[in-house]
């Protein structure tokens, strides 16, 4: 399990993290959210072991993670930590980037290792190019299977999926995290993206002002936004009357007391996001089909 008791630091003045606490089990996917800004990455790198904490401790079961004053290289064996920068070595293939750490002295099973973790990554047409010749999202990938090489106990991502295009990202996503759960290997993942948490993470957890604001499953945070700043991160919503409703729970309907005027509507895919002022605000209401531009609507709140 790992485990942050009061953790608390800054960079120079700014206090970025303040007596921050919470658990993770083996196996368990934790989804980290937040605005941009508000900690995410820090929090990750302070769980690896880049920086020294102000205040607090970290444990991974037993052994507590230290930081640079305490250690000459960073990092744990049991850890590895996918960055937003890579850090791949570019003028080498695929192929060895990820095999880089396995050992050469079993080189069947280096070789089928590899193989397995190229196509979790759906890589296999790359698996001689050199690195420096990959897109990003490419290069996103090869550094996922690189940090699984090895079979860590935990797996720290940050925006794992960020620069993959949309055609890979769902089938990318069920076979790193379906492969994480099969291995037991514990997962934080921080993300801006709901696809990755919705449908993958066991817990989530929200930062913001230094403090985690909510931490529940991500079922109920999404049934039962109590911020904005949460219900935000899932879809569209509107605050009424002081109760946060998403904007797929209000409907137009022939005749109510609640009365708005059309601003825009949008095409979202299965439906229409239409934008209108009601009580001198602006309020999003999905509907079936577009509506004219200053057409007076009803519409109705459903709980
Ligand atoms: N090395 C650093 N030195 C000083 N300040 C930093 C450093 N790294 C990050 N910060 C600041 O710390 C705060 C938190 O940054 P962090 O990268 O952890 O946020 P984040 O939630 O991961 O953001 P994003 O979603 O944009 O990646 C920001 O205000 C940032 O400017």
């Known amino acids: 399990m790992l485990q942050i008791k009061k953790l608390s630091f800054s960079y120079a003045k700014d206090i ?20 941009s800004g508000s900690g995410k ?8 072991g880049e920086y020294d904490l102000e205040q607090g401790q970290i444990f991974w079961k037993n052994t507590e993670i230290l930081g640079p004053k305490h250690n000459l290289v960073v990092g744990y064996d049991f850890m590895k930590y996918v960055s937003q920068e890579f850090d791949l ?4 293939s695929v192929e060895n980037n990820i095999g880089k750490h396995l050992s050469r002295f079993y080189p069947e099973e280096k070789e089928q290792r590899t193989k397995e973790l190229i196509k979790i990554v ?8 050199k690195v420096k010749n990959l897109s990003g999202g490419q290069k996103q990938r090869v550094a996922i299977a690189r940090a699984l090489a090895k079979e ?4 720290l991502l940050d925006e794992p999926f960020s ?7 769902q089938s990318l996503r069920r076979n790193v995290f379906n492969y994480l759960k099969t291995k037991n290997i514990s997962c934080i993942v921080a993300t801006h993206d709901k696809n990755d948490v919705l449908g993958f993470a066991d817990e989530m957890l929200v930062l913001n002002n230094q403090k985690i604001i909510a931490k529940d499953n991500p079922q109920s945070l999404y049934k039962n936004p109590k911020l904005p700043l949460i219900a935000s991160f899932f879809e569209e919503f509107n605050v009424i009357n002081n109760k946060i409703y998403y904007a797929r729970q209000l409907k137009i309907i022939e005749h109510s007391n609640l009365k708005a005027t059309v601003k825009q ?14 009580n001198k605000a602006i309020i999003y209401i999905i509907n079936s089909k577009p509506v ?3 057409e007076e609507i009803y519409f109705k709140v459903l709980d």
Request: hydrophobic share 40%; proline share 3%.
């Open 89 to 92: 070595m570019p003028y080498t």
């Open 152 to 155: 860590p106990e935990i797996l």
């Open 16 to 35: 970025i993290l303040k007596d921050i606490n919470f658990s993770v089990n083996s196996g368990e996917n934790l989804a980290i959210i937040g605005e």
């Open 265 to 278: 509507s949008y095409f979202n895919g299965n439906s229409w996001l239409i934008e209108a002022e009601y």
């Open 41 to 48: 990455s820090t929090l990750l790198k302070l769980i690896f």
């Open 163 to 169: 620069h993959i295009d949309n055609f890979k990202k």
């Open 292 to 294: 004219n531009k200053e």
């Open 122 to 129: 759906e890589l296999e047409d790359f698996a001689t190019t």
